[in-house]
C-alpha cells in the first residue's frame, strides 16, 4: 500500500474543504434551519406526536442523513470530476498508486466532511428541538456508512459525467426525490397503500429507518434488512469504480 | 540557475545558427559511453487505436540508455504525446510493452512508475493551491515522505521559492510552467519526460530549462523530450528520434544524424556580381543569390565526391574570381524537414 499517497489526497482534498468552508458548512445548516422552521414549527405544531417522539424531533435523523447523503455525493463528485476536468488527474495517473488507493483517497476525504457535517447539523438541531440518541454508538457507525456509500456512489458519478449538467442531473432527479420520499417527515405507517409498499423499494427508506432507531429505537423496517441494504449498496458502488478504474472509463484513452 | 550551466548552453552553438564543430564531435564520445549503458527505457511494438479508429502509434520500437537525452522530434499530431502519455500510464496501450529499468508498465506499474516524473505538454495546476502544496502533493503521491528541504532545493532551483506561499492563479504562464515541472522533479525521478518543454516559453525560462536539463544529466538523470523545435533537440539531445504519423521513422545520434544527412552549402562572395550562370557551370547545383553578389552551392555531406575542387576549377576556368567563401552545415531542421515531407508524400499518394 501506498499510504502516503492516500493521506495526500486526502490532506489535499480536506484543504479544499477549509478553503470553502463557508458554503460547505454554511448552505447545509441554512438550509436545514429552514426545514425546522417549515416542518418542525410550522406543519410540526399542527401534528400528533410520532410514536411518543415530537415531530420536530423525529424529523431530525431524517434530515441529517438526507444531508449527508447529498454532501456525500456533491463532495466526492465534484472531488474527482474537477480534476478530470482541468486535467491535473493526469498526476494521479501517473503515480504509483492503486485503484483502491485513489478511492480512499478522494472517497474517505469526502466522507470525512459528509460527517463532519452531519454532526453539525445534528447540533443545529439540537438548538430547536429536543434530541435524544438512545444508541450514540450505531448513530455514528450509520451517519459513516452512509456517508462512505453515498461518497462512493459520488466518486462514480463524478468519473461517469463528463459535463457539468450530468454532474448535477444525478443528485437532483435521483437523490432529492428519494430522499424527500425515504421517511424523512413521515413514519410508512402513515402512508396508505400502495404506497407502503412502493416505498420499500426506495433504498433510502432503509437508511433513514435505521438512523431513526439508533435515536428513538423503533424503526419502519427491519434492522437486518437495513444493514444488508446499505452494504449492497455500497458493494455495488465499490464494483462499479473498480470497473472503471480497471478499464480506464472516462478517465484514460 | 547557475550561471556556469547558462554559459554553457550559449556556446553550443555559434551565432550564425550553424553547428559548432566541437559539440558533435563531443556528443559521439557520448554516444559511444552511452551505448554500453543498460537500457532504462525499452519499448517494443508499441501501437495505439483511439477509440475513434485513429492509429496515432504503429509498431514503435525504441531504447533509451541510462543518462540519455533524447529528443522526439515530430511535427504536431505525430505521436509524441501518445507515446509519452502510455509510458506514463495516462493511456492504454493497444499493442506492445513498455519496461522503465526493467519493470513492466502494466504488471509492475508500482515499481515502474516510482522512476517517472511527467511534465505534461498543457498547463494543468490546481489552481487555488499554493505552489507548496501541489509540490507537495506530488512528492506524496509518488510515496515520498514529506521533506521541506527537498522541495526547498526543487523551489529554488526553479526560481519558484519567492513565490512558495502563491496561489497557482496569481501566476503567469512561465511560472506555471515552472510549477510543473517542480511537481515533476519533487519525487527524484530517473527519467524525466518533458513534453513540449518549451512551447510557448520566453527567452529567459527556455534558457532555464536548458540549464537545468543539463545539471539533471550531471546528476544521472534520463531524459526523453518532445519537440517539434529543432533547435531544441540540437541543443540538449544525444540522440534525436523523429517521428511522423505514429512512425518512428528514424533514431540516430546527433551528431551522426547530422553527419549522414546533413546538407552542406558553400557560399562563394564574388568579385564582381554576375548576372547569370556560365554555361560550363550548368551541371552543378548552383544558385546566385544577392543579386547575383553570391554563388551558393548545395552538396550532400553523404557523398563520396562532393565536387568542390571541380567546381572551383570551372569557375577558374570561366574567370569567375571569389573573395571569400563559407561553408555551413545544414541544422537538424534543414534534415527534419526534408525527412519529414517526403515520405509523407509517398504516403498520401
Ligand atoms: N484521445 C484521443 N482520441 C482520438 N484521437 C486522439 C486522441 N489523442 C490524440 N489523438 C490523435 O492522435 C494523433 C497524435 O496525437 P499526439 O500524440 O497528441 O501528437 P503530438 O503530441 O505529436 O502532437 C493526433 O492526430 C490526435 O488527433
Ligand atoms: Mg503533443
Known sequence: MNWRAVKAIYLFEMHRTWRTLMQSVLAPVISTALYFVV???????????VDGVPYGAFIVPGLIIMQTMTQSVSNASFGIYFPKFVGTIYEVLSAPVSFFEVVLGYVGAAASKAIILGLIILATASIFVPVRIEHPLFMVLFLIATATTFSLFGFVIGIWADNFEKLQMVPLLVLTPLSFLGGSFYSLAMLPQPWRTVTLFNPVVYLISVFRWSFFGFADVQIGASLAAILIFMGVCLGIAGWMFKTGYRLKA | MAPRLRQATAAGRSPSGAVNSNLPLASVTQIIMLGAMPAILSISNLSKTYATGFTALKSVDLEISKGEIFALLGPNGAGKTTLISIICGLTYPTTGTVTVDGFDIARDYRAARKQIGLVPQELKADAFETVRATVNLSRGLFGKPRDDA?????????????????KIVTLSGGMKRRVMIAKALAHDPAVLFLDEPTAGVDVELRRDMWALVRQLREQGVTIILTTH????AEEMADR??????????LVEGKAELMRKLGKKQLTLQLQTPLNALPESLAAFPLELIKSGAELVYTYDV????????????RLGEAGVEFKDLQTHQSSLEDIFINLVNEPAQEISA
Open chain 1, 39 to 49: 416542518f418542525g414549527s410550522a406543519i410540526g405544531s399542527r401534528m400528533k406526536s
Open chain 2, 150 to 166: 527537498r522541495v526547498e532545493k526543487v523551489l529554488r532551483d526553479l526560481s519558484l521559492w519567492d513565490k512558495r506561499d502563491s
Open chain 2, 229 to 232: 523545435y529543432i533547435e531544441e
Open chain 2, 240 to 249: 534525436v528520434g523523429v517521428i511522423n504519423r505514429g512512425e518512428l521513422v
Open chain 2, 302 to 313: 553523404k557523398q563520396e565526391h562532393v565536387g568542390i575542387a571541380d567546381l572551383i576549377r
